[in-house]
């Protein structure tokens, strides 16, 4: 499953569907609303362009890694402290497999998806500043 | 022909987003954005420098493809064309 949605997921059904056929294990990457003073976050999305980057990151971790399976789960809309951002499942034959697919989809991500974060406080809003400037990253 | 600009985060919040513009043919993409940009002028400083050029960080995208700001002065857009103009990503 690979979706940018409002709400949120079972990730313990996500983990159950996982489990395949060669399946040693599986890696969840939760990202969550930190509590950095802030009321909410709101998220968006380019999602006519980030669903298929989200997609083609899936495909190349799951070549690249040997990765059995990929899900990617990113919300969007607001979200209180505490909330999941981000869901990554994967499964592969073994953990250092599953490990390194896991931080590869995340790192490519962060990297160029286009997607925005603002972080709600009590005096207003702050846009979270993306961690690479140029957004070089994936769909380039 | 028209042409759709969306911003996106602070550049949406300054200047709106899915606006369509009817353009002349051979119109140059950076001239376009400009154009829609002034429209609030805290809107087109955050997106251009004092020289009228995309400040670095300005990310563009022509129907989904991203492409440099250096080369958007040489870059005409067409009919249906989707121009896309946002900050650095900050998602996961």
Avoid at chain 1, 27 to 46: P, S, T
């Amino acid at each position: 499953m690979i979706a940018i949605q409002t709400g949120d997921v079972d990730i313990g059904k996500l983990v159950n569907e996982a489990k395949q056929q060669g399946t040693g294990a599986i890696v969840v990457f939760d990202g969550i609303v930190r509590d950095d003073d802030i009321r909410e976050m709101e998220l968006e999305a380019y999602e006519e362009v980030a669903l298929p980057e989200l997609e083609k990151i899936a495909s190349e971790a799951k070549k690249t890694y040997n990765l059995l399976s990929v899900d990617i789960i990113h919300r969007i809309g607001r979200l209180a402290v505490g909330e999941n951002i981000l869901i990554i499942v994967v499964s592969a034959g073994h953990r250092k497999q599953a490990y390194e697919g896991s931080r590869y989809i995340i790192e490519t991500i962060k990297a160029g998806v286009p997607i925005w974060k603002k972080e709600l406080t009590k005096d207003g809003g702050r846009w979270v500043p993306g961690e690479h400037q140029h957004g070089c990253g994936a769909g380039k | 022909m028209t042409v759709k600009i969306r911003f996106f985060a602070r550049f949406r919040e300054l200047l709106g987003t899915d606006i369509v513009v009817a353009v002349p043919k051979n119109k140059g993409l950076s001239d376009l954005v400009k154009d829609v940009a002034s429209r609030n002028k805290e809107g087109y400083d955050a997106i251009f420098d004092e020289k009228g050029a995309f400040r670095e960080f300005v990310i563009l995208m022509q129907n989904g493809k991203r492409l440099e700001t250096s080369d958007a002065p040489k870059v005409k857009v067409a009919d249906g064309d989707e121009i896309a103009v946002f900050p650095p990503v900050a998602g996961g």
